[in-house]
């Protein structure tokens, strides 16, 4: 008898991409309630799902990314009113739920006892990250699949997030069951996670797709808690080294030196790389941000994977702050 294939441990699994149609969503749906691994579009970046109250379903997860145990996932669901019954806000995030569900926003609390989350997606801790997300193929596919979606970034563990289904693919194919194909993602840099202090207080632990200027405008004190740090379990997310493409990355660059690749923002220097990406010639964030990570794909693949990425400067407002975030990880020294 043969055995189906998400029991087979994290290789030779034959990975489909579904496509954005009723038979798609109906598959994708299919093989998440058996306990496999599908990837499928956010309007931040492609997330890696499976059954969020599934233990073993989260463990393929960790397994197919190789990503650390400790770790944690954020949990995907439909609405605002299934995001609160998973963990405790406070005012402000309840504010905040308010104001950016669904979207970009990720939010992190102590999780209620009767969750049904699997303790596997906080990875040890206390607290559980949930987002809702906007994109309608995930609104679809978490309304059909009707629960809650573990989901983290569809790649191998410090390399670049993906953006397009092709991405996924070209990382995961063999590793989980299937890709559900809706195009580029809009937002392309990963949701805003947000955390709580014991007195309340908002607290930005991962810059991202909320730029911190509107969460400031909603909820008035958003403190900021960016970690960085290489080795702590304790500091989920904050590991410096982090979106890695295979080339080095200079970063506040005037212009390219020789040979290097250019990434661009805004006008052109007069010296040019003949291996350039202008993320945007008109020097606007949304436009860079929703780029960045395949624009960092494409130049690593037409350098090999070697030599030097050399990136103009970018204004740290707006989602600047979470693009300039991406781009020092980047640019991080390699362990
Ligand atoms: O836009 C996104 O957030 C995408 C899409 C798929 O939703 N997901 C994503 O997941 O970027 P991931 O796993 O690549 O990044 C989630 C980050 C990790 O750095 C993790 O450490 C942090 O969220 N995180 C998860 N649970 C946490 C928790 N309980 N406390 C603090 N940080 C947490
Ligand atoms: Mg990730």
């Known amino acids: 008898m043969s055995v189906p294939l998400y029991l087979h441990p994290m290789k030779d699994r034959n990975t489909i991409r579904f496509s954005d149609s009723d038979r798609g969503i109906r598959a994708a749906t299919f093989f998440l309630r058996k306990g496999g691994l599908v990837a499928f579009p956010t309007e931040t970046v ?53 104001a950016f569900w669904p979207g970009p926003l990720t939010l992190v609390g102590p999780v209620r006892g009767d969750s049904g989350i699997a303790p596997i997606c906080r990875a040890g801790a206390e607290t559980l990250a949930v987002r809702v997300p906007e994109h309608r193929l995930a609104q679809t596919l978490l309304k059909a699949f009707a629960g809650p979606l573990a989901a983290p970034s569809a790649n191998r563990s410090g390399q670049v997030s993906p953006t397009h289904a092709d991405h996924v693919m070209e990382e995961l194919n063999g590793r989980i069951d299937g890709v559900l194909d809706g195009g580029p993602c809009a937002v392309g840099l990963e949701s805003t996670i947000l955390g709580f202090d014991a007195d309340g207080t908002a607290r930005l632990l991962r810059p991202g797709g909320v730029s911190l200027e509107d969460l400031e405008r909603t909820l008035g004190v958003v403190r900021s808690g960016i970690i960085i740090d290489d080795t702590a379990p304790s500091a989920p997310g904050q590991l410096s080294s982090h979106y890695a493409p295979g080339a080095r990355v200079r970063l506040n660059a005037d212009a390219p030196g020789l040979g290097e690749a250019w990434l661009g923002f805004g006008p052109d220097p007069d010296r040019i790389s003949a291996i350039s990406i202008n993320l945007s010639p008109s020097g606007n964030l949304e436009e860079a941000g929703t780029h960045l990570f395949a624009a960092l794909r494409q130049l690593d693949e037409w350098l090999n994977g070697s030599g030097v990425i050399a990136v103009a400067p970018i204004p740290q407002s707006g989602l600047g702050q979470a693009i300039n975030d991406r781009l020092r990880r980047a640019a991080a020294p390699r362990t």
């Open 46 to 98: 492609y997330g890696l799902g499976a059954d969020a109250r599934n233990e073993r379903a989260v463990a393929d997860i960790y397994r197919a990314k190789g990503r650390p145990a400790h770790n944690p996932v954020i949990v995907h669901v439909t609405d605002s009113a299934a995001g609160t019954m998973l963990i405790d806000l406070p005012e402000a995030g309840m504010k905040a739920a308010k």
